[in-house]
């Protein structure tokens, strides 16, 4: 067989269909990969080997009855925070060490239905709660690039597997930056979609108004034609936007739509400013120059205040959502508890990181009584400035271009210990979350010998905008074609 690691979904749909390899053969040889990584770099927290090779084998019958669709055979894996039937659901944590959901999340169910073959569930930070994963009670992911630097997070588990040749496409979700800042530092392409595209239900709740289930591959094409299947309206999930975009129902099959030859593209001043070094961005920016589009400065002034809002958003929402576990119905259960107090007390103590904890109680601060107005109120009038301020954005540009990261990633530890610089990793994807924006990453060039990533950001609904200009760049360059030295000897 003719594979790589690093093959894309495009270059396999077209070996599936000139019967090149099977999709038992793909996905053996992936299951490999997967075996061959995971001592080192400890993307996945589950691997279905039994269900995989059934699933792979059924696409094969599909093939061979001329019943394939255009996903039908490609190995891919989810973020663990999707729920699926008869597999572990842990969320990177020990409350969800050993539950098993009794139902497929819709995006499992769609990509499944698509014909997608599943291999396994990856790592993330419990609950989705971090920038670098290492918050997994599963242990941390290593980065695919430097195994001593964080992959980033809380998706750090689906992009280091796709980062390092592991899986051709895998899922995540985006609260704050959870799919765009992973995609920067392994080097590959995330997108976030707007908020209400792709389906929440079975999807594990960290802040319900702004996770967003995702994906990350190597390039934006291969992304748009997995999103064409992954996403739709679902009438499980009361946030779900009934819209009839007709480029989303095209793009599994034909791809991403023609870019319009001219577009305006905005650069936020205050997001370079906020840059020591915009070398990368500046070749970004004369690239698309070069493809015919203007870039012009917009202002967002309001960005500065979109950290603290979003962790007072975010961490309320997270202690109401987690009220949940409790030891009584489902979750982790302390032994011998000798009052229903206890119970409480014991088994969300023994269940829960510190990271979640910390979210927990300072949630339930912002929303406590007297405290109520003075923050979480405060934080949704920022919220809709910020919101706000995109949208005058928009009415000047089509899209705007901003650094995804303040850098490449971190050294591992580099920050366990002070939260708020750790916080401050998201403050150039936090903002188009608390907006509900769709947003991409794409890899733009290297610092250090690590890769850095360029943010688009799209009105909403208008993915097909931003995946165009992010083909159309990745056309034009090679950066999301350079693979870590770690595991460029895979090919065969």
């Known amino acids: 067989m003719s594979l790589h690691p690093f093959v894309t979904v495009t270059e396999l749909r077209q070996g599936l269909a000139t019967g090149e390899y099977s999709a038992v053969e793909l996905t053996q040889y992936f299951l490999d990969q997967i075996n061959r990584h995971q001592p080192t770099s400890n993307a996945f927290i589950t691997v279905d080997e039994q269900g995989s090779l059934k699933a792979a084998a059924a696409a094969d019958a599909q093939i061979a009855q001329g019943k394939a669709g255009a996903l039908t055979g490609i190995p891919m894996a989810h973020k663990d925070v999707f729920c699926t039937n008869n597999v572990l659901t842990t969320c990177g944590s020990r409350m969800l060490e050993n539950f098993v959901a009794p139902y497929d999340a819709t995006v499992v169910h769609n990509l499944q239905s698509a014909g997608m073959v599943c291999l396994g569930k990856t790592n993330m930070d419990e609950f989705a709660m971090g920038s670098s994963n290492e918050n997994s009670a599963f242990g941390p992911v290593a980065n695919p690039w430097h195994a001593e630097h964080v992959p980033g997070g809380s998706s750090g588990g689906s992009a280091a597997a796709v980062g390092s040749g592991q899986v051709p496409v895998a899922t995540g979700t985006d609260t704050g930056g959870s799919i765009r800042q992973p995609a920067a530092f392994c080097g590959i392409t995330g997108l976030k979609p707007t908020y209400g595209r792709v389906s929440r239900y079975g999807m594990v709740a960290f802040a319900s108004s702004l996770d967003q289930g995702g994906l990350f591959a190597r390039t934006a094409q291969d992304i748009a034609l997995v999103l064409g299947s992954m996403a739709g309206f679902d009438a499980k999930d009361s946030t779900s936007a009934q ?169 591992a530890g580099a920050l366990k210990q002070d939260p708020v610089a750790m916080y401050q990793q998201d403050k150039f994807t936090v903002p188009a979350s608390l907006a509900g924006l769709p947003a991409l990453s794409m890899p733009c060039g290297f ?14 609904f208008r993915e097909d905008l931003i995946l165009g200009l992010a083909r159309d760049f990745q056309q034009a360059t090679d950066w999301h074609q350079h693979t870590p030295a770690a595991a460029a000897g895979d090919r065969t």
Not at 244 to 266: N, R
Not at 447 to 456: F, H, I
Request: proline content about 6%.
């Open 243 to 411: 819209r009839h975009d007709s480029w989303l129902e095209q793009i599994a099959q034909q791809g991403i739509p023609q870019t319009p030859a001219k577009l305006k593209i905005g650069l936020p001043a205050e997001y370079f400013q906020a840059m020591s070094d915009t070398q990368q961005l500046d070749d970004v920016r004369n690239t698309l120059e070069q493809l015919g589009h203007t870039c012009v400065e917009v202002a967002l002034p309001n960005t500065q205040m979109a950290i603290p809002a979003y962790y007072v958003v975010a961490g309320a929402e997270a202690s109401t959502n987690l009220s949940r576990y409790d030891g009584v119905r489902f979750g982790h259960r302390c032994e011998n508890p000798e009052s229903l107090e206890d119970l409480y007390q014991r088994s969300r103590s023994e269940g829960f990181g510190e990271e979640v904890k910390r979210r927990i109680l300072t949630g339930t601060y912002a929303l406590s009584v007297g405290y109520f107005d003075a923050y979480y109120l405060q934080a949704q009038k920022i919220r809709r400035l910020i919101s706000d301020d995109f949208s005058n954005a928009f009415s000047q540009v089509d899209l705007l271009l901003t650094p995804t990261a303040p850098g490449p990633a971190f050294a």
């Open 447 to 460: 610092k250090q010998g690590l890769p850095l990533g360029a943010q688009l950001i799209g009105p909403a």
